[in-house]
């Protein structure tokens, strides 16, 4: 049996959602831009796809949704967007931000930083989430941007979007939000949090990768990262890839409408609550940030004396996928940054496994990612040195 | 970055069949009680180095023959990746039937070589080359343990990177012969900083004593300030060639020889020159020149003159000297 575990890093691409691309490749292949029936030809499509991707984050006919390469280049737009067109062409010089944001977010404020912008990064709170009123707080004269994320990706806790969207128009701040990990989790609501930008991410939603969009409320500049032709009215430019943004169009549609977003809050949600369970009956495993407050389909549990990585590998033997950020596993071997914001102890920073599951996991897949998830731990605490034998006369300096 | 950098995500892939057999099986996991170290009639050494906070950490049993110093049995247990417990397991197989001083030889690049499938394949990718320092070292801290000193003691020579186990005097011999000046060159030369890249610059994974950048840099200043103490040493002498000399000093030089070969004639001409700059454009050292006077325009300058001038400085100084007239 196979079992992916980690649909916060990427999802299957719904069947029917390949089926609705196919055509866009061999048979629709115009360019949307031409005059003649190639051209004109994919129009009714990706006319649809556009009113899917309205309606699932209730967005009104005045904005903009702007189709762009994926949530890290909305969310790049956003930032040097507002960069230059109110820090460099304004009298604005601050942004305020959280710790635990995606590295889009983070880098591309770091980047900012060495250009002279005035960065706050916001710590979460023991919950694993950012008080609103730290926001308000934060908020100077000067302050250009709030960018929080709806949802963290690795334990899956939500924001007070509400809130800070609230304080920000109040303040007359522009407010940015990566619902990157949100859509199709719980309701995206653009009205309902007044935010003038929202990111977000296909291939998070069962959609095809490559590709994107960001929200843009109406009214609002944002000088184009991309130049060139006309596309988009004008505010990204580049040939719209129809295919991907047709399927995203419809997998939208699929995550987002009531049925979807209650079978995640219910079934989903039930796989979920089984699997972290049946690991919290395991003595010295907590979840990283609380139970309360979280899209239904994250886990971010810590085994104590059992590495990440290691974790990872004896899952990837039985055909398991899940992840950690934690460390060996990529090239900069730093903890996870979201497990030391959280403030979790420094002993368990590379003790977190993040299961994220998807409307296709069954239970049959969850009862045998139990089995083997508890065999994986008993195993590597056997040989960890965490629950070593130490002789009486001994000092452990573990 | 090229070609092969551009896909990321393949670490498991390069792992040899015996990292993923140790892994998956390790021979050598486990502990040993004081009362199995007794029946074996030896001493029970144990050592732990790393820490869960930094996500490494091993615990090393040994029982030692007391009169013989021979390891009789060693296992371990780790916290960490496959890399990390692949090379416990192995490191622990190697010591057993060593002599302790024997087993404080075995190093990280040993632990490795033991992992390889075959003799000219890495065992693991690069950036997992560090994972087996930490064998190395708790192998020393048992030994230390054991012997009743400090664990420094067991190494002669300061060791910049530990995953190719390259010293700092190495790394300052190499950059002073071939005269380097990038840290990509001195990787080239000598593998440190080729692995978890942690000893080329603060900010890696492992923060460290001594970078290479600085090394560098300290190495470049120490070449200048002795590359100039030579040429000061050596100006009252006959013995400092132009090569040697700083660039104030070949000017000197090379205005002293046209003082008194070339200017009285130009100035007999009612001329003269003007030296603009000195560049070395390796082999050669690129003298321009301005004509003053008479000899801006006289069609000489860039054809007889030119060569006569280029010529004197050639013989007298040194033939790699071009002059260009600006």
New interface residues.
């Given amino acids: 049996m196979e079992v992916y575990l980690d649909n916060n890093a990427t999802t299957m691409v719904d069947p029917e959602v390949y089926k609705a691309m196919l055509p866009f490749f061999c048979e629709k292949y115009g360019n949307p831009n031409s005059l003649h029936k190639f051209g004109a030809g994919t129009h009714p499509k990706m006319v649809e796809a556009l009113n899917y991707l309205y309606d699932g984050i209730h967005a009104a006919d005045a904005d903009d949704i702007i189709i762009t390469a994926n949530a890290t280049e909305s969310n790049n737009w956003v930032l040097k967007g507002v960069w230059i067109d109110r820090i460099l062409n304004g009298n604005k010089n601050h942004i305020i931000t959280s710790e635990v944001e995606h590295p889009s977010i983070t880098a591309t404020c770091k980047f900012l930083e060495t250009q002279g912008v005035s960065v706050t990064y916001l710590a979460v709170n023991e919950e694993g989430t950012i008080d609103a009123s730290s926001v308000e707080s934060a908020i100077r004269e000067d302050t250009a941007l709030v960018s929080i994320m709806w949802a963290n990706n690795e334990t899956g806790k939500l924001f007070p979007v509400e809130e800070i969207g609230r304080i920000c128009q109040s303040k007359d701040v522009l407010f940015h939000s990566d619902a990157t990990q949100a859509i199709g989790k719980v309701v995206v609501d653009v009205q309902k949090v007044f935010a003038d930008f929202i990111s977000f991410s296909a291939h998070k939603f069962h959609g095809p990768k490559g590709v994107g969009g960001l929200y843009i409320k109406a009214g609002i500049e944002l000088t184009p990262l991309l130049n060139g032709g006309e596309q988009m009215g004008g505010r990204r430019a580049g040939t719209v890839d129809v295919a991907s943004m047709v399927g995203m169009g419809l997998a939208m549609k699929q995550a987002t409408n009531t049925m979807a977003l209650a079978y995640e809050n219910n079934h989903v949600r039930k796989l979920r609550d089984k699997l972290e369970n049946a690991i919290l009956e395991l003595p010295e495993t907590i979840v990283i940030g609380g139970k309360e407050n979280r899209t239904p389909n994250t886990t971010l549990i810590s085994i104590r004396?059992?590495?990440g990585?290691?974790m990872l590998?004896d899952l990837?033997?039985q055909r398991i996928g899940a992840s950690t950020g934690?460390?060996?596993?990529s090239?900069?071997?730093?903890?996870n940054p979201v497990m030391s914001a959280f403030g979790s102890d420094?002993?368990?920073?590379?003790?977190g496994v993040r299961f994220s599951l998807s409307r296709f996991n069954t239970n049959e897949q969850i009862d045998f990612a139990i089995e083997t998830i508890v065999n994986a731990v008993n195993r590597l605490r056997?040989?960890?040195?965490?629950?070593?034998?130490?002789?009486?006369n001994?000092e452990?300096?573990? | 970055m090229a070609k092969n950098d551009l896909i990321?995500g393949s670490?498991?892939d390069e792992y040899s069949n015996q990292v993923v057999r140790r892994?998956?099986d390790?021979t050598h996991?486990g502990?040993i009680?004081?009362e199995q170290a007794e029946e074996l009639g030896g001493k029970?050494i144990?050592a732990?180095?790393?820490?869960?906070?930094?996500?490494?950490?091993?615990?090393l049993y040994w029982v030692v023959n007391e009169e013989s110093n021979v390891i009789l049995n060693s296992k371990f247990?780790?916290?960490?990746?496959?890399?990390?417990?692949a090379s416990s397991d192995v490191m622990a197989e190697l010591c057993v039937g060593k002599k302790v001083e024997e087993a404080v030889k075995i190093t990280n690049i040993d632990v490795e070589f033991a992992l390889r499938d075959e003799p000219d394949t890495p065992a693991v990718p690069p950036?997992?080359m560090?994972?087996s320092v930490m064998a190395y070292d708790v192998i020393k801290k048992a030994a230390a343990t054991y012997m009743n000193v400090d664990m420094e003691s067991f190494e002669q020579e300061v060791i910049v990177c530990e995953c190719a186990r390259v010293t700092l005097q190495t790394i300052q011999e190499v950059i002073k012969i071939n005269d380097l000046s990038t840290v990509e060159q001195i990787t080239d030369y000598t593998k440190a900083g080729a692995f978890?890249?942690s000893c080329i610059k603060p900010g890696?994974?492992e923060e460290k004593d001594l970078y290479l950048v600085d090394i560098l840099a300290d190495t470049r200043a120490s070449m200048e300030e002795e590359r100039m103490k030579n040429a000061a040493d050596l100006s009252e002498s006959d013995e400092l060639t132009f090569d040697k000399m700083t660039m104030i000093q070949k000017l000197k030089q090379v205005e002293s020889v046209l003082d008194v070969d070339v200017r009285p004639m130009l100035i007999m001409d009612g001329g003269n020159m003007e030296i603009i700059d000195i560049k070395e454009n390796m082999p050669h050292y690129d003298l321009y020149i301005r004509y003053l006077g008479a000899c801006s325009g006289c069609a000489s300058g860039s054809t007889g003159t030119l060569y006569g001038i280029e010529s004197i400085l050639q013989q007298k100084i040194d033939e790699n000297i071009r002059v260009l007239p600006i």
Avoid at chain 2, 79 to 85: K, S
Wanted: glycine letters at 8%; hydrophobic letters at 30%.
């Fill in positions: 004396g059992v590495e990585e290691s590998w990837n033997q934690s460390a060996c596993a090239e900069d071997l730093e903890a420094s002993e368990l920073a590379h003790t056997a040989i960890s040195s965490s629950y070593a034998y130490t002789p009486k001994h452990s300096q573990l | 990321s670490i498991w892994m998956d390790p996991q502990e009680t004081e029970l144990v732990d180095f790393g820490a869960e906070s930094c996500g490494d950490a091993v615990r247990k780790s916290f960490g990746c496959g890399t990390a417990i950036q997992k560090h994972c978890c890249k890696g994974h």
